[in-house]
Antibody, heavy 122, light 107 residues
Framework: EVQLVESGGGLVQPGGSLRLSCSAF????????IHWVRQAPGKGLQIVSA????????FYADSVKGRFTISRDNSKNTLYLQMSNLRTEDTAIYYC???????????????WGQGTLVTVSS | VVWMTQSPSLLSASTGDRVTITCRMS??????LAWYQQKPGKAPELLIY???TLQSGVPSRFSGSGSGTDFTLTISCLQPEDFATYYC?????????FGRGTKVEIK
């Protein structure tokens, strides 16, 4: 059974940093691109970042470019999102999401984690 | 950026009703359109991809159609478990974008 388990969320002050992790189970992690999607409280969904199966290709939304870094460790079946210079508008649930295509990109979202809440507030 | 207009934002319906949700794109996206269902406190779940292909396990009362810039999600006979929020998503070009959502509530 495919499982994605996010961790690392919490309360941080504006300008602070946080690293999210996503542990993957039940599939060959190194074969699939993974995405981060966020949802502000009571709001809609927004793509944050994505990374190819080998980590060689990354994408970032304009709103996080230069502040967030996506990476993965295929030996540990783990995805990361390093977030720095956080703003109040980054407050959201962050979901780790598996791409359905093996060794490529489909860019719709087949399996979702349960999410981890990041709150940026003073 | 592909902008999306999803409507309505709120839909009041009864069990057994046929309901339709629409998404209009600011430019053509071929068939790169997906639909998701989200219930309170839960992550979204994939219903449909490629405009009309049902994800495994999704009931056949859900269907998707459309082309170019205009797309629809139809629920043919609303069931109690279908009361939720629905989102469309385009994946034609990055950033992949979502509609603002349609909340289907009990009339």
């Amino acid at each position: 059974e495919v499982q994605l388990v996010e961790s690392g969320g919490g309360l941080v002050q504006p300008g602070g940093s946080l690293r999210l992790s996503c542990s993957a189970f039940g599939f060959t992690f190194s074969d699939y691109a993974i995405h981060w999607v966020r949802q502000a409280p009571g709001k809609g969904l927004q793509i944050v970042s994505a990374i190819s199966s080998d980590g060689g290709t990354t994408f970032y939304a304009d709103s996080v470019k230069g502040r967030f870094t996506i990476s993965r460790d295929n030996s540990k079946n783990t995805l990361y999102l390093q977030m720095s210079n956080l703003r109040t508008e980054d407050t959201a649930i962050y979901y780790c999401v598996k791409d359905p295509r093996r060794s490529g990109w489909s860019n719709y979202f087949e399996y979702w984690g349960q999410g981890t809440l990041v709150t940026v507030s003073s | 950026v592909v902008w999306m207009t999803q409507s309505p934002s709120l839909l009041s319906a009864s069990t057994g009703d046929r309901v339709t949700i629409t998404c209009r794109m600011s430019q053509g996206i071929s068939n790169y359109l997906a639909w998701y269902q989200q219930k309170p406190g839960k992550a979204p779940e994939l219903l449909i991809y490629g405009v009309s292909t049902l994800q495994s396990g999704v009931p056949s009362r859900f269907s998707g159609s459309g082309s170019g810039t205009d797309f629809t999600l139809t629920i043919s006979c609303l069931q109690p478990e279908d009361f939720a929020t629905y989102y469309c998503q385009q994946y034609s070009s990055f950033p992949w974008t979502f509609g603002r959502g349609t909340k289907v509530e009990i009339k």
